[in-house]
């Protein structure tokens, strides 16, 4: 059997498929040549990240496909159902790249308390001239632990972010209608364990609570975070976008950030992704990464070996 892994796997979840007799190609197919070059080599499986988009007419136009495979978590650059009812398995990772995503929300976190976004801006620029006027500039920053983080979406992402914030002394809010109450548990070096029991608050808690906002939420008709919820917000609070463009309101984001309702924002995905608008990009206030959440050496590990073993159970 044959698996394209259009937009990468990694090389331990090649060994394990061609360990049990699949052959796999990492070729990167331009979407426009996706179909023929899937049937032209008798594709059995298609494994894709966020780049490949595998709408109907896709699906329609091969018949040898058996399974479609998303290297994360987010699959709505799927079409999941469709796939579905046409007896092809659709498989994804939701836990694997769980710790890398939190991670770098903290990483926008924590650089951007202490101006990092701007200072790593300016001091090639003026750090041999202008020392003392940059160090007045970024001598205001503030600590994280006794703030309180608030989250949009409580998944395994989520749960994650919760678990960083809770180590850093945050409290933690979090907001979702598919979970009332949660069990976080901290494991540390030495095998202790500490449980902490939270439950679900309403947006407009969250909204007012919040020193710092984190989206965890797939992609959506309407956006979560917009004019009337900057509005409702703390003056001064940090939000950052680690899930999917289109989930917030990046002209209403521009507006809060230039009026001073929003300190900062940390963004690694976009509305108009892989374009993103030049205002967001040159904006001095915002933290940007491109779309790397999920784009650690462990988390791409743990996801080739997450799909190696889902499609070796499903096609063998």
Partial sequence: ?????????????IAELEKSGFEVLTTTVAQEQLANYIN????DALLVRSATKVRKELIDACPTLKLIGRGGVGMDNIDVDYAKSKDIHVINTPA????????????????????LYDANRNMPLEGDSN??????????????????LGLFGFGNIGQATAKLAIGAGMKVLYSDPEVEQAEIELSFFDGQKVAFKLKNSSKTDLLKEADYISLHIPGQDDYVLSKAEFAQMK??????????????????????????????AGLDVYESEPTPEIKILMHSSISLTPHIGAATLEAQERIGLELADQIISLLK
């Avoid at 059997?1 to 979840?13: C, E």
């Avoid at 032209?40 to 594709?43: G, L, P, V, W």
């Avoid at 903290?106 to 650089?111: E, K, R």
């Fill in 96 to 115: 694997a790249s769980s710790e890398s995503v939190a991670e770098l929300v903290f990483a926008h976190l924590f650089g951007g308390v202490r101006f």
């Fill in 131 to 148: 020392f003392k006027g940059l160090k007045k500039s970024y001598s205001k920053g503030t600590e994280l632990r006794g703030k309180t």
């Fill in 235 to 264: 003056k001064g609070v940090g939000i950052v976008n680690a899930a999917r463009g289109g989930v917030l309101d990046e002209v209403a984001l521009i507006e809060a950030l230039e009026n001073g309702s929003v300190a900062f």
């Fill in 1 to 13: 059997m044959k698996i394209l892994a259009n937009d990468g796997i990694s090389q331990n979840g």
């Fill in 40 to 43: 032209e080599h008798k594709i």
